[in-house]
T-cell receptor
Framework: DAGVIQSPRHEVTEMGQEVTLRCKPI?????LFWYRQTMMRGLELLIY????????DSGMPEDRFSAKMPNASFSTLKIQPSEPRDSAVYFC?????????????FGAGSRLTVL | AQRVTQPEKLLSVFKGAPVELKCNYS??????LFWYVQYSRQRLQLLLR??SRESIKGFTADLNKGETSFHLKKPFAQEEDSAMYYC???????????FGQGTELSVKP
């Protein structure tokens, strides 16, 4: 398995533009998470899905952020309109279950810079 | 509210010195605690978890419920240990994983 795949790896955009980040979880994993990493706040959980259904989106900063999971092998995180303070590394992670020996497997991250 | 605190943003030690990365948590139930590590230009990956009581790459961590701590320790640091370390808490069976702010460990030759 290629692991969790994220794209793009790097994105530089201008304030006000729409940004779409993509994630392909590991096949067979039924949980998918989106995290944001910044120097100031560390790793923050934005949202997570179970069997394609959003379970907890309390970490989503504001209405400019939205996430979808149309099927078991694909999820998107969209920011519209983007702002400079959204600059961060966005990680996607997946897991088979949320208990016992199962742990999160992370993607390589998408580094977003909003000018 | 559930919270994970790593008080040190940066910890710098010399090779061969002991290392302790601090982690405190706030949770009233029975937590599951983890340490994740991110080496330069690599993905975030699990280092160890408290339920396994294991030692990975010379690192150990003991859950102290009285002090609500899960500090990561290694008796003799190596240069290759330089990385970003995150403490994480999973609360409620099947609950989500929340992370601390991370501590950057720098081991100097």
């Amino acid at each position: 398995d290629a692991g969790v795949i994220q794209s793009p790896r790097h994105e530089v955009t201008e304030m006000g533009q729409e940004v779409t980040l993509r994630c392909k979880p590991i096949s067979g994993h039924d949980y998918l998470f989106w995290y944001r990493q910044t120097m100031m706040r560390g790793l923050e959980l934005l949202i997570y899905f179970n069997n394609n259904v959003p379970i907890d989106d309390s970490g989503m900063p504001e209405d400019r952020f939205s996430a979808k999971m149309p099927n078991a092998s694909f999820s998107t995180l969209k920011i519209q309109p983007s702002e400079p303070r959204d600059s961060a590394v966005y990680f996607c992670a997946s897991s088979r279950h949320l208990s016992g020996a199962n742990v999160l497997t992370f993607g390589a991250g998408s580094r977003l810079t909003v000018l | 509210a559930q919270r994970v605190t790593q008080p040190e943003k940066l910890l710098s030690v010399f090779k061969g010195a002991p290392v302790e990365l601090k982690c405190n948590y706030s949770y009233s139930g029975s937590p599951e605690l983890f340490w994740y590590v991110q080496y330069s230009r690599q993905r975030l990956q699990l280092l160890l978890r408290h339920i396994s009581r294991e030692s990975i790459k010379g690192f150990t961590a003991d859950l102290n419920k009285g002090e609500t701590s899960f500090h990561l320790k290694k008796p003799f640091a190596q240069e290759e240990d330089s990385a970003m370390y995150y403490c994480a808490l999973r609360y409620n069976q099947g609950g989500k994983l929340i992370f601390g702010q991370g501590t950057e460990l720098s081991v100097k030759p």
